[in-house]
């Protein structure tokens, strides 16, 4: 079974790093595209950007590009989403994604919930 | 363009069909057949209804249905059950700048 675990709920103040995770389990780690999707307290989704563990090839949305990093150990099946200086407009819910068709994700992990207080 | 255009909200009554579109442009969903869409409950992760413009992934019922036409897409859902209220989303792949994928502006869909 396919499964994407993503590290829990964080606190964080204006101006601190933050690097959060998503582990995948039950298929070939390095083979598929992981995308990070940001959504706002009750707004929509919003397409970060994406990365290919096998050569950790990444693209990103230019509303997200300089903003955050994207990153994967395929190693350990992990893809990271990092921030050097956090902000309160930060304050989201973030989801790791699995491009299981062409530029559909068909597995989603359980999101993380970033606060960052000013 | 920063995200497809949705209604933002759709209503129907148990048992009868509901649409949603999802207009875009010719730089994504009218250049492409990589049009999505997806489910949200409340507090729950996004789950993928229709890939590739009409295509079911395995396990989602034949009542949803999509289509597209020019740079305009759309989801049907017929027979609407009351556990299928919830906010739909569309994406579409794009080339615009760098872009990847554009999610469209949610749709609350509301059993009456």
């Known amino acids: 079974e396919v499964q994407l675990v993503q590290s829990g709920t964080e606190v964080k103040k204006s101006g601190e790093s933050l690097k959060i995770s998503c582990k995948g389990s039950?298929?070939?780690?390095?083979?598929?595209?992981i995308g990070w999707v940001r959504q706002m307290p009750g707004k929509g989704l919003e397409w970060m950007g994406i990365?290919?563990?096998?050569?950790?090839?990444?693209r990103y949305s230019p509303s997200f590009q300089g903003q955050v990093t994207i990153s994967a150990d395929k190693s350990i099946s992990t893809a990271y989403l990092q921030w050097s200086s956090l902000k309160a407009s930060d304050t989201a819910m973030y989801y790791c994604?699995?491009?299981?068709?062409?530029?559909?994700?068909?597995?989603w992990g359980q999101g993380t919930l970033v606060t960052v207080s000013s | 363009q920063s995200a497809l255009t949705q209604p933002a909200s759709v209503s129907g009554s148990p048992g009868q069909s509901i649409t949603i579109s999802c207009t875009g442009t010719?730089?994504?969903?009218?250049?492409?057949?990589?049009v999505s869409w997806y489910q949200q409950h409340p507090g729950k992760a996004p789950k993928l209804m229709i890939y590739?413009?009409?295509n079911r992934p395995s396990g989602i019922s034949n009542r949803f249905s999509g289509s597209k036409s020019g740079n305009t897409a759309s989801l049907t859902i017929s027979g609407l059950q009351a556990e299928e209220e919830a906010d739909y989303y569309c994406?579409?792949?794009?080339?615009?700048?760098?872009?990847?994928?554009?999610f469209g502006t949610g749709t609350k869909v509301t059993v009456l």
């Open positions: 994604a699995r491009s299981t068709y062409n530029y559909a994700y068909g597995h």
């Open positions: 039950g298929y070939s780690f390095s083979n598929y595209w």
């Open positions: 990365i290919y563990p096998d050569d950790s090839h990444t």
């Open positions: 010719s730089g994504d969903v009218g250049a492409y057949n990589y």
């Open positions: 590739e413009v009409s």
């Open positions: 994406s579409s792949y794009t080339t615009s700048s760098t872009l990847s994928l554009l």
